[in-house]
T-cell receptor, first 112, second 118 residues
């Protein structure tokens, strides 16, 4: 089992719809969770981070964390063609370290 | 704030040569920087953690004699790919932690360096 897993996609959604991206992780002791967006040929850019169970909203983005079920998700409301990118989930697995473990990423396509 | 730069952005070299990539934190101090490698259609793979003033910590399977890391100051880390070969062609990305930032766990990424070895 991989430490951080994501469905590679592509996930296709129509413009204006909600895109739902999921990430599961294997280490129950994981502390910090990050969602990054990466356009082709570019480096990742942070969308948001979440540390506590529940939802965290920032504009059109909502991150959801469920530590009991060991998953973190990202919802993108009112999806736009410019949201088409690869979305990377990153997890810090253990307290006291700061290393990210990245998932394989989910490619999102928002269809105009 | 929290800007990380990398230089060069793109480099093409002949097999057997060495290539140095610089990673700088422009507006904050970074005691820890990270080096990643990304092959096409794959995710980022952590190569090593670079700590200012001490030896880098390499991930399993990464040759420390081939990928030399130096973190001589709080704003600069360098990665040298020694005797590069075509299989080293990849996208190299660095990141840095801002200890005084709002999210001390967050890593700020540089724009990446595209290395092509002929």
């Amino acid at each position: 089992q991989k430490e951080v897993e994501q469905n590679s996609g592509p996930l296709s959604v129509p413009e204006g719809a909600i895109a739902s991206l999921n990430c599961t992780y294997s280490d129950r002791g994981s502390q910090s969770f990050f969602w990054y967006r990466q356009y082709s040929g570019k480096s990742p850019e942070l969308i948001m981070f979440i540390y506590s169970n529940g939802d965290k909203e920032d504009g059109r983005f909502t991150a959801q964390l469920n530590k009991a079920s060991q998953y973190v998700s990202l919802l993108i409301r009112d999806s736009q063609p410019s949201d088409s990118a690869t979305y990377l989930c990153a997890v810090i697995l253990a307290k006291g370290t700061y290393k990210y473990i990245f998932g394989t990423g989910t490619r999102l396509k928002v269809l105009a | 704030g929290a800007v990380v730069s990398q230089h060069p952005s793109r480099v093409i070299c002949k097999s057997g040569t060495s290539v140095k990539i610089e990673c700088r934190s422009l507006d904050f101090q970074a005691t820890t920087m990270f080096w990643y490698r990304q092959f096409p259609k794959q995710s980022l793979m952590l190569m090593a953690t670079s700590n200012e003033g001490s030896k880098a910590t390499y991930e399993q399977g990464v040759e420390k004699d081939k990928f030399l890391i130096n973190h001589a100051s709080l704003t600069l880390s360098t990665l040298t790919v020694t005797s590069a070969h075509p299989e080293d062609s990849s996208f190299y990305i660095c990141s840095a932690r801002d200890l005084k930032g709002q999210s001390y766990n967050e890593q700020f990424f540089g724009p990446g360096t595209r290395l092509t070895v002929l």
